[in-house]
Structures are given as C-alpha cells and as structure tokens.
C-alpha cells in the first residue's frame, strides 16, 4: 500500500485549469496531489541574437518555487536561477520545443513560466504537462492575432515521475516516496508514444533492464492518461 493509498500504477488526483491567468497569453494552473503549478506562456517579438535574421522563432522557459511552496521556506530567486531551477527550466524549453514548429513562428519567443505554488514531488513534471496547454493556447492567440498562419504545434506532450521504492515499480511519486526510493526517474513522452527525455538514476542500488522496463511501462501508461486529460482541458470553453 502506498503512502496516500493509491494503486502502483495509479496517479495522484489530477485537475487542469485552463487560462489561470487573466493577462497571459496562454496559461494553465496544474494540479497534481499536494503538487500545484501555475504555467504562463508569454509571445514577445523577439528571438535571442543568435535567431536573428533566421526567419525562425524560440520557446524558452524559466522555473521557481515559491519560499513557502515547500517544506522548508526557499529563497526567491536572484538575477541568476539556482542549478537545480537552471536545469529544470532548460529540460522544460527542450521538451516543448521538440513538439513546436519554430519556423512557423517566424522570429518571436514564446516564454513559458512555471512557478510552484505547492511542492510534494513531481514539479518538473507537472510543469511540462501544463506547459503544453498554455503553450497550446498562446498559439491559439497568435493564429487570432494573425500573427501566424498555420498551426506551430506538432503534437501533444506530457510527463511524468516513476520510480523504485521498496523494491516496487511505482508512477508519479510524492515528495515522501520520491526522498525513500532507490531510483527515481523522469519520463518525457509525445501522444505518439515517442520519448523526448529519461531522467534516471539509481540512489542506492543499480537498476536492471527488466526494471526498467517496467518503469517505463509505468511511464507510459500516466503519460497516456495525462494527454486525455490536457485535451479534455482544452475542449472545455
């Protein structure tokens, strides 16, 4: 039985609120458990110098947790993010701009925000999932703008947390099983059943290929539910 009373392969309680924010572009307030994101997508008309004169257009993305977000109060953050957010928010652009059409944008930059509001595990995660709704509706608002003429985005994404703990294959760990397990991974998938990204690593001992096949499986199987839930997100008005 697991901490909260869920099946192995069963997620935390989920909800999306679509447009969660009034003067975003395109936005998403994710709920995951006691996991709770606000992700805003902002358009500029702008790209990073490197872009420029290219034709083609960026997604970018930054990371925080608010201080009392989790147990312990953290600092807000400086001019300069920490390595953990630096590295959580580089996942997060990659990921999203694997399933955007970035020509399609011409040259502007779409900056999706992905801020904690509660933390118990899984943020990076749950901030993919609901980054893919904002960004969905921010495109949305550059095709009414006429800012675009076709549709930038490729396909779905979602993401989600597997992990070992004692000795059990688990999906979407809470901040409790997630500090005990013995590997804990972070799984990136497309509603095709392609993988952007595996996060894992073993904390104790080394896992082995059926293992991670069950992992994986485990990871297929939220990932799946999670896209149904972000187009039910979407349908709704």
Same mark, same amino acid.
């Given at each position: 039985?697991?901490?909260?009373?869920?099946?192995?392969?069963?997620?935390?309680?989920?909800?999306?609120?679509?447009?969660?924010?009034?003067?975003?572009?395109?936005?998403?307030?994710?709920?995951?458990?006691?996991?709770?994101?606000?992700?805003?997508?902002?358009?500029?008309?702008?790209?990073?110098?490197?872009?420029?004169?290219?034709?083609?257009?960026?997604?970018?993305?930054?990371?925080?947790?608010?201080?009392?977000?989790?147990?312990?109060?953290?600092?807000?953050?400086?001019?300069?993010?920490?390595?953990?957010?630096?590295?959580?928010?580089?996942?997060?652009?990659?990921?999203?701009?694997?399933?955007?059409?970035?020509?399609?944008?011409?040259?502007?930059?779409?900056?999706?925000?992905?801020?904690?509001?509660?933390?118990?595990?899984?943020?990076?995660?749950?901030?993919?999932?609901?980054?893919?709704?904002?960004?969905?509706?921010?495109?949305?608002?550059?095709?009414?703008?006429?800012?675009?003429?076709?549709?930038?985005?490729?396909?779905?994404?979602?993401?989600?947390?597997?992990?070992?703990?004692?000795?059990?294959?688990?999906?979407?760990?809470?901040? $409790?099983?997630?500090?005990?397990?013995?590997?804990?991974?972070?799984?990136?998938?497309?509603?095709?059943?392609?993988?952007?990204?595996?996060?894992?690593?073993? $904390?104790?001992?080394?896992?082995?290929?059926?293992?991670?096949?069950?992992?994986?499986?485990?990871?297929?199987?939220?990932?799946? $539910?999670?896209?149904?839930?972000?187009?039910?997100?979407?349908?709704?008005?």
């Amino acid at each position: 039985m697991r901490v909260d009373g869920r099946q192995l392969d069963e997620l935390r309680p989920v909800e999306m609120i679509r447009g969660a924010c009034k003067y975003a572009e395109g936005s998403c307030l994710i709920k995951m458990g006691d996991t709770h994101m606000l992700v805003t997508a902002t358009v500029e008309d702008r790209v990073p110098p490197f872009l420029r004169n290219s034709g083609q257009g960026w997604v970018t993305a930054e990371y925080s947790m608010l201080p009392r977000s989790g147990r312990q109060r953290n600092n807000r953050p400086g001019i300069k993010p920490n390595g953990r957010s630096l590295e959580i928010q580089r996942l997060i652009g990659r990921c999203l701009r694997t399933v955007v059409d970035l020509e399609a944008l011409g040259e502007r930059t779409i900056t999706v925000d992905c801020d904690a509001l509660l933390a118990d595990g899984g943020t990076r995660t749950a901030s993919i999932t609901a980054a893919y709704v904002a960004l969905y509706d921010a495109l949305d608002w550059m095709k009414r703008q006429k800012m675009i003429k076709r549709s930038a985005m490729k396909e779905a994404v979602a993401a989600v947390s597997v992990g070992v703990v004692g000795n059990q294959p688990m999906l979407d760990l809470c901040y $409790e099983e997630d500090s005990r397990a013995q590997t804990d991974m972070n799984v990136v998938m497309t509603e095709s059943g392609n993988f952007i990204e595996i996060q894992g690593t073993a $904390e104790a001992d080394p896992f082995s290929a059926e293992v991670l096949g069950k992992m994986l499986s485990l990871a297929k199987v939220g990932v799946t $539910e999670l896209i149904g839930l972000q187009k039910q997100t979407l349908e709704q008005s």
